[in-house]
């Protein structure tokens, strides 16, 4: 009976499906061990790889049809360095309550001869697909709408991004039916 207990036991811990792990080596009397490092990004993203990360900070908007207003923001650039293409997730919130404002999500792909193919899907209902190019050693990146979806109004949209001393800033312009191309959105942000 004892021999039959013994061998349930050693087919629980042998059961399929189920691994056990032996606990990792702490150094430094305990201190957990380092992380690995990040795996490298796909070669078609290694260009763009200034953006991967979580950046917060601050922005302020204006048009000649709206009151001047700011904002706080976030902006999340991810991949698998698996796949040559970047998500793209963006929030922003009323500074003084923290109220959402808005939202939009999409994917960025940096093409070998410099350019990106961008699609942003917005919480308003618009979608954009952009098309621009980015400069890796400058850590600038430009685009320009080649079809604004699901908008009355909206005409055009340009984006511009820029990575100076550790620091994301960004301009939108915006066309309407009314209104020339010119500034609605500005930020500064900090990778998180």
């Known amino acids: ?109 940096p093409r070998p001869d410099g350019s990106v193919e961008v699609v942003i899907s917005q919480s308003t209902g618009l979608a954009e697909v952009q098309k621009g190019s980015f400069d890796a050693e400058k850590k600038t990146l430009t685009l320009q709408s080649e079809l604004v979806g699901n908008a009355s109004k909206v005409k055009q949209i340009t984006r511009a991004f820029q990575l100076v001393d550790g620091e994301l800033s960004y301009v939108v312009q915006m066309a309407t039916i009314t209104t020339s191309l010119q500034p609605h959105l500005k930020a500064l942000l900090k990778k998180i």
């Open 1 to 109: 009976m004892r021999k039959e207990s013994n061998r349930r036991s050693d087919q629980q811990k042998k059961s399929p499906g189920i691994e056990t792990e032996t606990p990792k080596k702490m150094e430094g009397g305990g201190a957990p061990a380092p992380a690995a490092p990040p795996p490298a990004p796909h070669p078609a993203v290694a260009p763009l790889a200034f953006l991967l990360g979580k950046w917060r900070g601050e922005g302020e908007g204006s048009f000649p049809t709206i009151s001047p207003f700011r904002y706080g923001e976030e902006l999340v650039f991810s991949h698998h360095p698996s796949k040559p293409v970047i998500s793209y997730t963006q929030r922003t919130w009323k500074p003084a309550s923290g109220e959402p404002m808005h939202a939009e999500s999409g994917y960025w792909r």
